[in-house]
Each structure stands twice: as structure tokens, then as C-alpha cells.
């Protein structure tokens, strides 16, 4: 019938939309002269398109266009840009992304050593510096975050990750944010992650303090405590 067309053709031009905002984002994002706020832009769509899904099953197909569009390339492009890798909002946008787009899809990150991209970013902003900015502080969240979601790709990448300074970065960023508590909880995540994939050992006495002094210092966060917990077990 003529209602059951309308409907059809209107069910499929909704279903194209995001493809599309996705594929113009990424256009943008991909060129090479694209001004700072045009890649803030395009990575604020990006993430608003990821956000936007109202299922798993829509979230693993957005994820999957980002991919099949060249997502992932121009964004860890983005991030090593020379006049882009300075940008904490450019950091904390692509982290974000890349952490939905690999908890979708973990064979991404060893095709595209995306665990690598992201520790460049967290070794940028990590340092606690008198000139620190709140964008900072949440690259170092981000970045962690998105770190996460790289453990159990593969076990090499485990192992790279454990010993290849990741790590070592995050229980640094732990004690430098000692009292962030979102901070706190996304790296509580990662070394219990990473502790379940590779091996518990790698977890250094200087992580256990860590974890030990979340306890204490964020006894009154639920999140905090029950990663920190998790983390030791």
C-alpha cells in the first residue's frame, strides 16, 4: 500500500543518515589542511553519532561504519597531526571514539596499533604540571579509558601493553590524580583487565599501592571501590 511505501522509504532514509554524517565527518577529519575546529567538529559527530545509538546491535553498526569509512585512520592521523597532537579537546574526542569503536571491534586495534596512539596521547597530558588545564585531566581520563578497551586484542599486544611503558604510565597518572576520582576508576579498570588477560605478576607493588590507596583516599565512591576491589582480586 501507499502507507507501507511511505513508511519503507522513511525507515530507510533514517537508516542512511548516520552513514552519512558519518562518511562527511570522516571526509573532513581525512584532509590534510582541515582547520583545528573543522577536526573538532568532525570528531564531536563522530562521538554524537556513537552516543545517539539506541541499541547494541545500532552501536556495533556505527562502529563498523567508522571503520569501513577510514574512521580509524583519520583519527589516529588527527592525533599525530603536529598542529592537532597539541589540542586536548582533539585527544579526549578521538580517545573517546576510539575506546567505543574498539570495545565493538578488538581486532581493530592490532591492525591499526591503536593502543599506541592512545599512550602517545595519555604521555602528552599525563605529567601534573602548574600549567595543567581541567582539558588535561581529561585526556589522562580518556586516554585511559581507551586503554582499556585495547586489553585482550591479542596477547602480544597484552604483553606490550604491560611492558612497553603503558602501563607504567597509567599507575604514574594514578599518582599524580590521586584524588580524580573518574580517573581513578578507569585505570582501577584497566589493571583489573589487565590483570585478568596477561599476567596478574605484571601488576608491579607500585600499581597495588595504587589500587590499595584508592581504597582508602575514595572509601565514599562506589564505582572507585568496587574497581579498586575488583582489581585486587
Avoid: W
Avoid at 20 to 48: G, M, N, W, Y
Avoid at 111 to 123: E, K, P, S, V
Avoid at 169 to 196: G, K, T, W, Y
Amino acid at each position: 500500500s501507499a502507507t507501507s511505501t511511505s513508511k519503507s522509504k522513511n525507515k530507510t532514509s533514517a537508516g542512511s543518515f548516520p552513514a552519512q554524517k558519518l562518511k562527511s565527518a570522516i571526509a573532513e577529519l581525512s584532509d590534510e589542511k582541515r582547520p583545528t575546529k573543522v577536526a573538532v567538529r568532525s570528531l564531536k559527530t563522530l562521538l554524537k553519532q556513537c552516543k545517539a545509538a539506541g541499541s547494541s546491535e545500532d552501536e556495533a553498526k556505527i562502529a563498523k561504519q567508522i571503520i569501513e569509512l577510514g574512521g580509524l585512520e583519520a583519527i589516529l592521523a588527527a592525533m599525530q597531526a603536529p598542529y592537532l597532537r597539541t589540542s586536548s579537546e582533539i585527544l579526549t574526542l578521538s580517545c573517546d571514539v576510539l575506546q567505543y569503536v574498539c570495545s565493538y571491534d578488538k581486532t581493530t586495534v592490532s591492525r591499526h596499533n591503536i593502543h599506541r596512539g592512545i599512550y602517545a596521547a595519555l604521555c602528552a597530558k599525563s605529567l601534573k604540571t602548574l600549567f595543567q588545564t581541567s582539558e588535561d585531566v581529561r585526556v589522562v581520563q580518556s586516554s585511559i579509558g581507551a586503554l582499556q578497551t585495547c586489553v585482550g586484542s591479542t596477547p602480544e599486544i597484552d604483553r606490550e601493553i604491560a611492558s612497553g611503558g603503558c602501563l607504567d604510565q597509567v599507575v604514574r597518572s594514578m599518582e599524580e590524580h590521586a584524588n580524580v576520582p573518574e580517573i581513578q576508576l578507569n585505570a582501577c579498570l584497566f589493571l583489573q583487565d589487565l590483570a585478568a588477560e596477561a599476567d596478574p605478576d605484571m601488576i608491579t607493588n607500585g600499581g597495588l599501592d595504587r589500587i590499595r590507596y584508592c581504597l582508602c583516599a575514595h572509601y565514599d565512591n562506589a564505582a572507585v571501590l568496587t574497581a579498586a576491589l575488583g582489581a585486587l582480586r
